[in-house]
């Protein structure tokens, strides 16, 4: 069995039906993350018609600053979910600086449900990489997977020393080569991180092209 460990089920929409058959027959377990209330809610829809998807509660933190008014029923729904994701900073694609501050507290809500409630947590820390770190220190979390690592390599070993884990997509082909920064020097991030800290992921189904679950998996599972 293949376990993709940050997947968008919900986006798989007139999909649905042919990516839970896909899933059942090629032996995909899935977990799916949700970027605020609404998709969790329907992430929750979709975890009663299989046993293969395992919801995960977050609030992306590029949607924070629209769900400050929202943090006790955020708090609620955390303390009550599997697991959480997909939560953390951005500073890559945050264009208005003004909203880092509702990122982080919205960060501190979900640290604060995960350290009382034993919870993993799912982090999107593009370009907050040693910010993120920091508050995981502060809250003593551990049961951690950095999703889709763009930061830097001198931060890898400090990760690796607090046993989270990375979870690496396709962007690592050879077909991204052109389109992302840095491509080579994440390639040699790859090559630092130990089997066991070492977990794959779609970030699926929104990134194109588009395919079902196994396909998607089998090719960052090859490469």
């Given at each position: 069995?293949?376990?993709?460990?940050?997947n968008?089920?919900?986006y798989?929409?007139?999909?649905?039906d042919?990516?839970?058959?896909?899933?059942?027959?090629?032996?995909?377990?899935?977990?799916?993350?949700?970027i605020?209330?609404p998709?969790?809610?329907d992430?929750?829809?979709?975890?009663?018609?299989?046993?293969?998807?395992?919801?995960?509660?977050?609030?992306?933190?590029?949607?924070?600053?629209?769900?400050?008014?929202?943090?006790?029923?955020?708090?609620?729904?955390?303390?009550?979910?599997?697991?959480?994701?997909?939560?953390?900073?951005d500073?890559?694609?945050?264009?208005?600086s003004?909203?880092?501050?509702a990122?982080?507290?919205?960060?501190?809500?979900?640290?604060?449900?995960?350290?009382?409630?034993?919870k993993?947590?799912?982090?999107?820390?593009?370009g907050?990489?040693?910010?993120v770190?920091?508050m995981?220190?502060?809250?003593?979390?551990?049961?951690?997977?950095?999703h889709?690592?763009?930061?830097?390599v001198k931060?890898?070993?400090?990760?690796?020393?607090?046993?989270?884990?990375?979870?690496?997509?396709?962007s690592?082909?050879?077909?991204?080569?052109?389109?992302?920064k840095?491509w080579?020097?994440?390639?040699?991030?790859?090559?630092m991180?130990p089997?066991?800290?070492?977990?794959?992921?779609?970030?699926?189904?929104?990134?194109?092209?588009?395919?079902?679950?196994?396909?998607?998996?089998?090719?960052?599972?090859?490469r």
């Amino acid at each position: 069995m293949l376990v993709d460990v940050h997947n968008h089920f919900t986006y798989y929409n007139e999909d649905t039906d042919r990516a839970l058959v896909d899933m059942r027959e090629n032996g995909v377990l899935m977990v799916s993350v949700s970027i605020d209330l609404p998709s969790y809610e329907d992430t929750l829809k979709v975890v009663k018609r299989s046993e293969l998807i395992l919801p995960a509660f977050g609030v992306h933190p590029i949607n924070a600053h629209e769900h400050m008014s929202q943090l006790p029923e955020i708090r609620k729904l955390a303390d009550e979910a599997l697991m959480l994701g997909e939560i953390g900073l951005d500073r890559m694609w945050t264009e208005d600086s003004s909203h880092f501050p509702a990122q982080e507290k919205l960060l501190e809500t979900f640290l604060e449900s995960a350290q009382q409630n034993s919870k993993i947590v799912i982090l999107h820390v593009a370009g907050a990489e040693a910010e993120v770190l920091s508050m995981l220190d502060n809250f003593s979390i551990r049961k951690a997977i950095i999703h889709d690592y763009y930061g830097p390599v001198k931060l890898v070993e400090r990760i690796i020393d607090s046993n989270l884990h990375f979870a690496f997509d396709r962007s690592y082909l050879e077909e991204y080569k052109q389109e992302i920064k840095g491509w080579q020097e994440r390639l040699g991030i790859i090559s630092m991180i130990p089997d066991d800290l070492f977990l794959i992921e779609t970030d699926g189904p929104n990134k194109p092209p588009r395919r079902m679950p196994f396909e998607a998996l089998q090719i960052v599972a090859e490469r």
